[in-house]
Antibody, heavy 119, light 112 residues
């Protein structure tokens, strides 16, 4: 069974750093990209960027370039999303997702990680 | 980036009645390979998005045939032939033509 299991909810203060994770299982991790998608409270879906775990090639949406870092460790089939200095505006649910069925958009999604940034 | 625009913002539908929603892209989603990379998702309350339709009108495995898609180029429509209570949620279109992928703002479907 294909699964993307994300790390748990986080509560952080502005200026703190954070790294959240997404573990893939049930498929060949290096054969499909993983994307990260943001959903701010009560809002829609925003594409942040994508990583190809086979060679760690990443492409960021211009809106998120320089604000976050996407990485992956194929030895433990896990992708990551990290911030160096969080802002209150980073409060959102973050989803990882993959195209295991071969679509050009995500066809499998993680359960989401709620990140709350508050002083 | 390709801009995806969805209308209406919300729909209130009586169970058993049809519903339809529109999605327009700022440029054609027709690829040089002849395929049109327009997809539909639903996000039910408290859940992750789930994919419904690929390449305009093809249903993913397990998606009821009450759901159908149509359109071409830049104009697309998702139809629900007979809305059921379980269809409540926000429906998003998304383009798969180029990076970054971009989503429409969503159409919220509620039950009367």
């Amino acid at each position: 069974e294909v699964q993307l299991v994300q790390s748990g909810a986080e509560v952080k203060k502005p200026g703190e750093s954070l790294k959240i994770s997404c573990k893939g299982s049930g498929y060949i991790f290096t054969s499909y990209w993983i994307a990260w998608v943001r959903q701010m409270p009560g809002k829609g879906l925003e594409w942040m960027g994508i990583i190809y775990p086979g060679d760690s090639t990443t492409t960021y949406s211009p809106s998120f370039e320089g604000l976050v870092t996407i990485s992956a460790d194929k030895s433990i089939t896990t992708a990551y999303l990290q911030w160096g200095s969080l802002k209150t505006s980073d409060t959102a649910i973050y989803y990882c997702a993959s195209n295991v069925l071969g679509a050009r958009v995500p066809d499998y999604w993680g359960q989401g990680t709620l990140v709350t940034v508050s002083s | 980036d390709i801009v995806m625009t969805q209308t209406p913002l919300s729909l209130s539908v009586t169970p058993g009645q049809p519903a339809s929603m529109s999605c327009k892209s700022s440029q054609s989603l027709l690829h040089s390979d002849g395929r049109t990379y327009l997809y539909w998702y639903v996000q039910k309350p408290g859940q992750s998005p789930q994919i419904l339709i690929f390449e305009i009108f093809n249903r993913f495995s397990g998606v009821p045939d009450r759901f159908s898609g149509s359109g071409s180029g830049t104009d697309f429509t998702l139809h629900i032939s007979r809305v059921e209570p379980d269809d409540v949620g926000v429906y998003y279109c998304v383009q798969g033509l180029q990076l970054p992928r971009t989503f429409g703002g969503g159409t919220k479907v509620e039950i009367k």
